[in-house]
């Protein structure tokens, strides 16, 4: 079978623990099919690359894009790319102060986050959407998560997260993370409650007492001993048994592709 289409990132349910990949694909804008991926684990599939992408906010077509499917001027002023989404301690949403679009932020920003301690290449320190649980740490290649601080907006779950950074990683080391499962002896509700002593005592209100710890395990047949990062402007053609997948990554023999950063791209996808 073949789809010719934009890709987008992979849509995923998380069921008995185990997350359900789909891959939707897109005439430029216009959804046109889903593509069942854990059922294509241990296939040869085939993705060639048409040699552009399509913006996946306005179609327009172009070389390179920006961001995850962007054109550069969508990048610098779009939403979905504005730095409070790197960095939530910039918003200010909550003060009737829009950093890009206001409706947006409010959609988005001014409601309930969690900051989470999730173990992915080892343990970090995380925020997200209430909402947006478990598909953030799904996205991660989180093998555990734990909450630690439920918060109003997204200004203050940032806050928190930066009180910790001198303590705890607020980032993935990907190969690593893709490399299999993260060795370590210590328990993440140990690491969680550490964390909580260290968040200052303004923010000590919000923090969660939930022993609830989400596990995940992803569907891969076969880790990678070394990762190599298969890119579509690069390569142009990937024709490879899929192994695996993990967070938003396609695990191949040899190679692993980030669907994510491929977002807007043209392709025939094969299998």
Known sequence: MQIIGNLRMMDKELVDCQPQYKLPMYDVLEPINQIDMNHLIGQTIRIEFEGYFNSILSGEKMNKSFGEGLTYKEFMESPIASPSIMRPELSEIHNGIALRDYEWEVKHHLQPHFVYIALTSNFKVGVTRTSNTPYRWIDQGAIQAIILAEVPYRQLAGLI??????????????????????ETDIDIIEIRDEMANLVPVDYKSYLSTSKTVHVINYPVVQYPEKVKSLKLDREKLIEQKLVGIKGQYLIFENGVMNVRSHSGARIKFSF
Do not use: F, R, Y
Request: glycine residues 4%.
């Open 161 to 182: 997260e930066v009180s910790l950074k001198n303590h705890i990683s607020d980032k993935t080391a990907w190969q690593k993370m893709l490399k299999g499962l993260p």
